[in-house]
């Protein structure tokens, strides 16, 4: 087949091309590498800093039209797929549309359904958006909601997601926010990882890895997870080890995770998302989300590789401690995190799950 991907989340598009093209297909993905993550693309459509970069962009587009056509599958990363306003993207869905034989969205990350879901409905027990019955009030929370409810973006998502011809989500929670409402043309699919060989090792001290999203700590919770780590690292300065990476490339992030035994990852999600995968494929033990819903929809009964804490400071404290306690269930951890990765998101497995849901 012929596949466009459009759009990128943390390297979800451009992991799934490299499966794809090992299936034999022809895949072209156009991206703005995620903003300063800087992901690989086909074709680069960055928006440009200043007054001028939108109309730069929006011309940029224009002229790539006639390479978006005549494709067998295109494959939206969002609603907000290019780096414009959401007035302006009606007409690319629509040019999308009518010359392309198939098109699908991804439910991968922010958007209405995610933003309205939670916030409204609350079928979570916390999520970015919501602790039980009560909203989040920290300043990215009421950002997005003020950005998706009630706009144009909320108009264009819940046209896309009408009009398309399946959505695709990622991880558990997005599954729940799409698939009560179009539950015939909605698929769970695990995320892409493209995974090496790695030895099982560990020597101490437990070094441990957190990486922050430039203006997101708060609400993805790793300003909670730091400070349970640096208390950790005053209390056993010989037994542990800390490494901080905040809003780098993610070649630059690839090399500082390596050696690395733990990774903190997203406080408040039920499930490790692209992020955490991609150190799980390494021998990395992620403490972060690990629900019992995340191994449900896998239908996985026997691994449990991921450390699950509670979104709370004292949570992320005592299993940190208890790793370094109890350092001999680190070497399990740790295959168990490889063979996770192996049974349920390798990169070829994962490209052919999609290759099945578009043709059917």
Not at 117 to 133: E, I, M, V
Not at 195 to 224: C, E, M, V
Not at 232 to 251: D, S, T
Request: a neutral charge; charged letters at 25%; proline letters at 5%.
């Amino acid at each position: 087949m012929k596949i466009l991907l459009i759009g990128e989340y943390s390297n979800v598009h451009n992991t799934l091309a490299k499966g794809l093209r090992q299936l034999g297909h022809e895949v072209c993905v156009i991206s703005n590498g995620d903003f300063w993550k800087d992901y690989p693309r086909d074709i680069d459509v960055c928006r440009k800093e200043g007054r001028l970069g939108g109309m730069r962009l929006l011309l940029r587009l224009w002229t790539l039209l006639p390479r978006m056509r005549g494709y067998d599958v295109v494959q939206l990363i969002n609603p907000m797929f290019f780096e414009l306003k959401a007035e302006r993207l009606f007409y690319f869905y629509d040019y999308l549309r009518k010359h392309n034989k198939r098109v699908f969205l991804g439910a991968y990350g922010m958007d209405w359904y995610w933003v309205n879901t939670c916030s409204q409905l609350k079928p979570l027990r916390y999520s970015d958006f919501n602790f039980g019955a009560e909203l989040r009030t920290d300043p990215e929370a009421v950002k997005e909601r003020h950005d998706w409810l009630g706009t144009t973006k909320e108009r264009l998502n819940k046209m896309i997601a009408q009009d398309c011809d399946g959505i695709i989500t990622g991880l558990y929670e997005y599954h729940v926010c799409y698939n009560p409402v179009f539950p015939e043309k909605t698929c769970y699919i695990p995320f892409p990882i493209h995974s090496s060989t790695f030895t099982i090792h560990y020597q101490p001290p437990l070094k441990i890895f957190i990486g922050i999203s430039k203006n997101r700590s708060a609400y993805k919770g790793t300003d909670i997870m730091l400070k349970a780590a640096q208390a950790i690292l005053k209390k056993y300065p010989q037994q542990a080890e800390l490494k901080v990476a905040e809003g780098v490339p993610f070649a630059q992030y690839q090399q500082m995770i390596n050696e690395s035994d733990v990774l903190l990852d997203q406080l408040y999600s039920y499930t490790p998302a692209m992020n955490a995968l991609m150190a799980m494929s390494k021998g990395i033990v992620v403490v972060g989300g690990g629900e019992p819903e995340n191994y449900e929809i896998l239908d996985e009964t026997e691994l449990r590789p991921i450390i699950n804490v509670e979104p709370n400071y004292e949570s992320v404290y005592h299993e940190l401690e208890q790793l370094i306690l109890h350092p001999e269930r680190i070497p399990e951890l740790k295959r168990q995190s490889i063979a996770y990765i192996k049974k349920h998101h390798d990169y070829v497995k994962v490209a052919m799950q999609y290759v099945d849901f578009w043709n059917r």
